[in-house]
């Protein structure tokens, strides 16, 4: 029996609508005109016999039944999206989409992707490091790094590994007129800040020093400057355990103090529930486990 659909052509106008709540912004989306959107979502009202929006002077409302459909349209949209990736993955299986942040991309992943390389010679890995969350589907993402709780909705999330915090420096810090020898001797030092979730007022009074400005030193708002900021011997910088384990075992920075602080917040791999039917994908998943482990902060 013949499945009883509407006007395919309607639905990605109509999704886009109901998601933006504007018929201007789907237009832009779509990059078709604000009329070409009225148009399908008017003729796919008229074949489903009801209303999906109500509309006003500036605005745009979904009804009862525009809700409901829309939520149901969304998600066979993104069921389609996905299906026709993984079909046409033998097109592209050289490429490899990973999203994560600067901080752990320039500090972690790159130094080691010439490992994962040399085992798969055949996958081209195509870094995004943007900040934002990346969107499985929209942005063409393949596997995600993310630092959090690990709560993240209609994903796949495996924990990778803890954060620690505490400060590094360069080893030229622990001589001259004033080497740090314990926490009090940091009022002699420039502090570098980055955008982490533990700064350094939370280590300080963890520390028990009172004599410290905790706010005073230099910012970065990328984690991968601050700590060069560190090896180059600007300052001392509150360090996360996963993007300075290579400077510090190549001897580029030094802790010199005993006391770590583990963030509530983790390392975790995450990727769309049938993204490892593709090779590449599975590949790239195994290896982030075994390097973590191997390579262990």
């Not at 209609?154 to 020898?181: I, M, N, Y």
């Amino acid at each position: 029996m013949p499945r009883r659909l509407p006007p395919l052509t309607t639905l990605p106008a109509f999704d886009a609508a109901a998601r933006h709540l504007s018929f201007t912004k789907a237009a832009a989306e779509l990059n078709v005109t604000h009329g070409a959107i009225s148009r399908a979502v008017r003729n796919l009202e008229e074949r489903l016999g009801t209303l999906l929006f109500e509309r006003g002077t500036r605005s745009v409302q979904l009804t009862q039944a525009g809700r409901q459909y829309a939520d149901q349209v969304g998600m066979a949209l993104d069921r389609l999206a996905t299906s026709t990736a993984a079909a046409t993955s033998s097109r592209s299986s050289g490429v490899l989409n990973v999203s994560t942040s600067d901080g752990f991309a320039g500090r972690w992943l790159v130094p080691r992707l010439r490992r994962f390389h040399r085992a798969n010679p055949d996958v081209d890995v195509r870094l995004s490091t943007s900040g934002a969350f990346a969107d499985f589907i929209r942005d063409g993402i393949d596997i995600a790094i993310r630092f959090g709780a690990g709560d993240y909705e209609g994903v796949v999330s495996e924990f990778l590994a803890d954060e620690e915090v505490t400060p590094v420096c360069s080893p030229e810090l622990l001589q001259g007129k004033h080497p740090l020898r314990s926490p009090q001797d940091l009022r002699h030092h420039r502090l570098i800040h980055d955008n982490f979730r533990i700064d350094w007022a939370t280590w300080l009074e963890a520390a028990g020093v009172a004599e410290v400005n905790s706010e005073a030193g230099v910012r970065f708002d990328s984690a991968a400057y601050a700590v060069e900021a560190a090896v180059q011997g600007e300052g001392v910088l509150l360090g996360r355990s996963a993007l300075v384990s290579a400077d510090i075992a190549a001897g580029r920075l030094v802790r010199p103090f005993d006391l770590v602080l583990k963030s509530r917040w983790s390392y975790y791999v995450v990727y769309p529930a049938d993204a490892l039917r593709q090779k590449k994908v599975r590949s790239f998943r195994d290896w982030l486990f075994t390097e973590m482990k191997s390579h262990a902060p």
